[in-house]
């Protein structure tokens, strides 16, 4: 099912993009993460072990709650410390 997702991290960016899956929403999450720490090491104010464990959490959650919500059609949020993940399930090309 196609999905609209967005996710913040609050000291450090947001964004947002429509993708196939659940699996492709975690796999640009994670890409996400990476290239945070990657650029923003020392600078983001998130530190690197505390966003890591936050990811791992929403991770989790993406791939059982949320994958239960939009196969029930049904827009689904999390937080975790600093990160933010929503899953929106689409119809065409609009985040809903």
């Known amino acids: 099912m196609a999905l609209w997702m967005t996710w913040t991290i609050t000291s450090a960016a947001s964004a947002g993009e429509s993708v196939d899956d659940v ?7 994670d890409r996400s993460v990476q290239q945070i720490l990657d650029r923003f090491p020392a600078t983001s104010g ?26 029930r059609g049904e827009r689904w949020s999390a937080a975790a410390g600093e990160v933010d993940v929503t899953l929106v399930p689409r119809d065409g090309d609009s985040p809903g």
């Open 23 to 29: 699996e492709g929403a975690v796999r640009a999450f």
């Open 46 to 71: 998130v530190p690197a072990a505390v966003l890591r464990d936050a990811a791992r959490d929403i991770r989790t959650r993406m791939l059982s709650d949320g994958r239960a919500a939009v196969e």
